[in-house]
């Protein structure tokens, strides 16, 4: 009979009420935590929608060699964060690599070793989304040596960073650790986690070991890689535009391009600034080992703003889906006042 007894229910049962304060702030909540992501998703819905058409129909002439770049970057955000908010809301215990979703896909009863891994797969192609405007647009530049001359190169490029990012996390999948061995590991450095640790279906992807140290050196690694790329990139942009100047290119030209800098630098600003503050708490909590469970939720809520920032600089730094914007909300503006002629006789 003893044989049966769940270690995991016999401590939420009889410890954690004893040791553990409960935890009554709003974001430290499954439902708080859920209903914050899936609020910003839908204000930021409609940003997204508009700046699709935007990019799709308001693009001039001379943005598009960027519009290909651009809308591939718009659909990924949007797809990340309708992951985030509706399929796979991700729950996550740090500094512990262990978790569990909310959502569509959790309802349906996908596993959620895999949730994870779509959701890593997809985070890293929004990432290398942001890059790509920076390859693009150094690629533009002709006199730039470093560029990528042929389409089958840059493709070559984009797989290459596809896999990397995504794919090197995959061995980790196929070697995850004895489910209650790693909760009751967690629980030895973590002896008060969220209830949800006890309530909800926890996946523990590593907990110590080889595989936990793989996994933290992969991360750090794929993190410098991507910082390297865009650094590369941005200062072939800077060297060439600014500093290696030639009578070659028109002014008319070299004022297009560094135009065209301008707005991919002030486009990703603040995305790339919101997407620094998880990446710093991440880096943060491993290194002391503290552990609170709002600070995990803000790191994924910080994702969905991101998102839906993304959208919303591709609108208002550009000037045509700037222009564009202006005109609708002058049109409605001009629609509602009422104009009265007033005939004196």
């Known amino acids: 009979m003893s044989e049966n007894i769940d270690p995991i229910a016999q401590y939420f049962k009889n410890v954690y009420p004893l040791i553990c304060t409960p935890d009554d702030r ?40 960027v519009k290909a770049s651009l809308i591939n970057l718009n659909i990924w955000c949007t797809i990340n964060a309708i992951t985030f908010a509706f399929f796979i809301c991700p729950f996550l215990c740090y500094p512990y690599f262990a978790g569990f979703s909310i959502g569509i896909l959790s309802s349906l009863g996908m596993s959620m070793s895999l949730q994870f891994f779509i959701l890593i797969a997809i985070n890293s192609v929004m990432v290398i989304s942001v890059i790509m405007l920076f390859e693009n647009r150094s690629s533009l530049i002709h006199r730039n040596k470093f560029r990528f001359k042929t389409e089958k190169n840059r493709i070559l490029w984009i797989i290459a960073n596809t896999i990397g990012c995504g794919g090197t996390f995959g061995p980790v999948f196929f070697n995850l650790p004895e489910q209650l061995e790693a909760k009751l590991l967690i629980l030895k450095g973590v002896p008060c986690p969220a209830k949800e640790f006890f309530t909800e279906p926890i996946q523990v992807l590593t907990t110590e070991g080889f595989w936990n140290t793989y996994m933290t050196v992969t991360c750090t690694f794929i993190y410098i890689l991507l910082i390297f790329q865009l650094i590369f990139f941005t200062s072939c942009c800077i060297y060439y535009l600014f500093i290696s100047k030639t009578s070659q290119v028109s002014s008319q030209t070299r ?8 707005g991919i630098v002030f486009q990703t600003f603040i995305p790339i600034l919101l997407m620094i ?30 998102n839906g920032a993304t959208s919303l600089s591709i609108l208002l730094v550009h000037h045509p889906y700037r222009k564009f ?7 409605s503006k001009k629609n509602g006042t009422l104009v009265v002629h007033v005939t004196i006789v």
């Not at 609020?39 to 819905?45: G, K, P, Q, T, W």
């Not at 998880?278 to 609170?292: E, Q, V």
């Not at 914007?325 to 049109?331: D, E, G, T």
């Open 26 to 65: 709003f974001l430290a909540s499954k439902l708080g935590f859920v209903y914050t992501c899936r609020i910003i998703e839908l204000i930021s819905f409609p940003i997204q929608i508009l700046s699709t058409y935007c990019i799709l129909k308001k693009t001039p002439d001379s943005m598009k060699p």
């Open 255 to 262: 004022r297009i391009q560094v135009r065209g800098f301008y």
């Open 277 to 306: 503050i998880p990446l710093t708490i991440f880096a943060n909590k491993k290194k002391d080992g503290s552990y609170d469970q709002v600070q995990n939720n803000v790191m994924i809520v910080t994702v969905c703003i991101q």
């Open 325 to 331: 914007l202006k005109s609708l909300f002058w049109r």
